[in-house]
């Protein structure tokens, strides 16, 4: 029995002890409400609306301190480099520079037609290893037909 209370009191101390340290720490107490652990399959990327970004915009130029900017961006999960950014088109061409844009570069209209090309000039070079070939073999069948027709002919005349 003294044995039993004495892991109780034991447990309970290293219980004490670890939440003293927690408290000593400054970490807050568990929250009841634990995050989903799921990761999902593929994360949704964020698109941010024009007029949403001029409102941001408007805010952080109304603030008038760094610390004001950065809380601004941390309470609307952002980063510098998206104002940076999008000051800059906004600077390029206003309402029509902030909607949002396909990532990537931009498509090459020459494109379509340099793989055309690609295309043919492959197909010119494989059929001109063919033409090699098959003159290659008709001038072989051409030495050999001319050195059996002259020794048919040698032998037809002896006979």
């Known amino acids: 029995m003294e044995v039993l209370q004495d892991m109780t009191q034991r447990e309970e101390m290293a219980g004490s002890r670890a939440e003293g ?3 000593a720490e400054g970490a807050r107490e568990p929250s009841p ?3 989903d652990p799921e990761v999902p399959e593929k994360p949704v990327r964020r698109k941010f609306t024009a007029e949403y970004k001029l409102k941001i915009l408007a805010e952080a130029d109304a603030c008038e301190t760094p610390s004001e900017i950065c809380a601004l961006l941390r309470r609307e999960g952002l980063y510098s480099s ?5 000051r800059s088109r906004q600077r390029a ?3 029509g520079a902030l909607k949002p844009r ?5 498509p090459d209209p020459v494109v379509p037609f340099r793989k055309r090309i690609n295309d043919l000039e492959r197909e010119n070079e494989r059929l001109r290893k063919k033409l090699t070939q098959a003159e290659t073999i008709i001038d072989v069948q051409k030495k050999v037909s001319g050195l059996l027709g002259t020794q048919a002919e040698k032998g037809n005349g002896e006979s």
Do not use: D, I, Q, Y
């Open 21 to 23: 340290a927690r408290r």
């Open 102 to 106: 396909k990532r990537g570069p931009e």
């Open 33 to 35: 409400v634990r995050p």
């Open 93 to 95: 061409g206003a309402l």
């Open 82 to 86: 998206h104002l940076s950014r999008w």
